[in-house]
C-alpha cells in the first residue's frame, strides 16, 4: 500500500492485477485498485475533480482528467473517510500512476490539491 498526506488529506492505494481480464498475448494488462480517501483535517472538505497521470514501461505517459470519482464528489467532514474502486489497463506488464484530487473546503469554498502517491502497477509474475 502507498500512503500520502498532503493538506490534512490522507490517500492510500492497494492495486491488484486482474488476470481474468488481461490478455497476455495482446498486450493488456487490467489492474485494479482501492483509493481511501481519509480528512484528518479540522475541516470539512469536498473532492471536485481528479487528474491522473498513466505511464506504462515503454514511457507512454496518458492522463485522464475528469470530475469526482466514478461519478462522485464525496463531502468528508473531520475524521470520515470515502473508499473506492476502479481499474487501468496497461499494454505493459509493467507501470504506474500517480496524479492529483481537487478539493475545496467547506463553507468557503476554497480550492487546494492533495497528492495521490505514485504506485506502481506489476503482473505477479514479473516479480522476482
Not at 481480464?21 to 470539512?44: C, L, M, W
Not at 480550492?111 to 522476482?128: A, D, G, Q, S, T
Request: net charge positive; hydrophobic share 35%.
Amino acid at each position: 500500500m502507498e500512503t500520502l498526506t498532503t493538506n490534512g488529506i490522507k490517500i492510500s492505494v492497494e492495486t491488484a492485477y486482474q488476470p481474468a481480464e488481461s490478455k497476455r498475448s495482446g498486450n493488456q494488462f487490467v489492474h485494479a485498485y482501492r483509493v481511501t480517501i481519509e480528512n484528518k483535517s479540522s475541516d470539512t472538505v469536498q473532492l471536485i475533480k481528479r487528474h491522473w497521470f498513466i505511464v506504462d514501461s515503454n514511457g507512454d505517459k496518458r492522463e485522464v482528467k475528469g470530475d469526482g470519482v466514478i461519478g462522485k464528489q464525496p463531502v468528508l467532514g473531520p475524521n470520515e473517510s470515502h473508499q473506492y474502486i476502479s481499474w487501468c489497463p496497461l499494454l505493459t506488464e509493467i507501470g504506474k500512476m500517480y496524479g492529483t484530487f481537487q478539493m475545496v473546503r467547506k463553507p468557503e469554498d476554497k480550492e487546494f490539491f492533495v497528492r495521490i502517491p505514485e504506485f506502481k502497477l506489476i503482473v505477479p509474475y514479473r516479480l522476482n
